[in-house]
Nanobody, 124 residues
């Protein structure tokens, strides 16, 4: 059974940092692209960042570029999202996702696997 399990969310003040983790299991994600998305209340799910499981290519939404960093640990089968200088507009449920192929995919509908999400709340 394929599973993506997010953790690391919480309530922080503006300017703080959080690191989200995504534990993967159930299959090898070699050859997949791993992504982070977020969804705020009453808003569409939006792309945040992605990277190839094999390789170093990374992609970021303009709204998080320079503040967020996506990374992975192949041995631990983990994907991370380091979030610095958080802003109230970063408040959302954050999801880890995977799509087959090494490609930049920002359309959430194209992703094959999803976690259940972790809440990030940034107070002003």
């Amino acid at each position: 059974q394929v599973q993506l399990v997010e953790s690391g969310g919480g309530l922080v003040q503006a300017g703080a940092s959080l690191r989200l983790s995504c534990a993967t299991s159930g299959r090898s994600f070699s050859g997949y692209t791993m992504g982070w998305f977020r969804q705020a209340p009453e808003k569409e799910r939006e792309f945040v960042a992605s990277m190839f499981w094999s390789g170093s290519n990374t992609y970021y939404a303009d709204s998080v570029k320079g503040r967020f960093t996506i990374s992975r640990d192949n041995a631990k089968k983990m994907v991370y999202l380091q979030m610095n200088n958080l802003k109230p507009e970063d408040t959302a449920v954050y999801y880890c996702a995977a799509v087959m192929g090494s490609r930049m995919v920002v359309n959430s509908r194209l992703y094959d696997y999803w976690g259940h999400g972790t809440q990030v709340t940034v107070s002003s």
